[in-house]
C-alpha cells in the first residue's frame, strides 16, 4: 500500500535531517532553490533523452526509472522549501486545485 502525503513528506524530513548532519550548512531558502532549479536541470536532461533529443548511447536503457527518480527530487525541494516557509503543502495543493475547478466552472467546463 502506498502512502500518504503527509508520510512522504516525514520520510523527506528524516532524510533532510540526515543531510543537515553532513552538509556544511543547513539550507534556507537560497540553498533550496539553488538545489531545486539544478533538479528541474537534471529533470529536462532525462525528457530531453526520453524524447530523443539527445543521441546518447546507453543513456536510454533506463530513463523511466531517472525520470521518476528527478521528478521525486523536485518534489522532495518543493517539500524542503515548504517546511522552509512553514506552508501546508497538501493543503496548498488541495486549495490550488479547488480554485483551478472554480475557475473552471465559471468558464462552463
Avoid: P
Avoid at 528541474?40 to 531517472?66: H, T
Avoid at 521528478?71 to 493543503?91: G, N, S, T, W
Wanted: charged share 40%; net charge negative.
Amino acid at each position: 500500500m502506498g502512502k500518504t502525503f503527509a508520510e512522504m513528506e516525514e520520510m523527506y524530513r528524516e532524510v533532510v535531517r540526515r543531510f543537515n548532519k553532513i552538509e556544511l550548512q543547513e539550507w534556507n531558502a537560497e540553498g533550496t532553490m539553488i538545489e531545486l532549479s539544478k533538479q528541474v536541470g537534471e529533470l529536462a536532461k532525462q525528457v530531453m533523452i526520453k524524447e530523443r533529443y539527445y543521441a546518447l548511447e546507453g543513456e536510454a536503457s533506463n530513463v523511466d526509472e531517472r525520470l521518476g527518480n528527478e521528478m521525486a527530487d523536485v518534489i522532495a525541494q518543493v517539500m524542503r522549501l515548504a517546511d522552509f516557509y512553514k506552508i501546508d503543502l497538501e493543503k496548498a495543493f488541495i486549495e490550488a486545485r479547488e480554485d483551478e475547478d472554480r475557475y473552471l466552472k465559471s468558464r462552463g467546463h
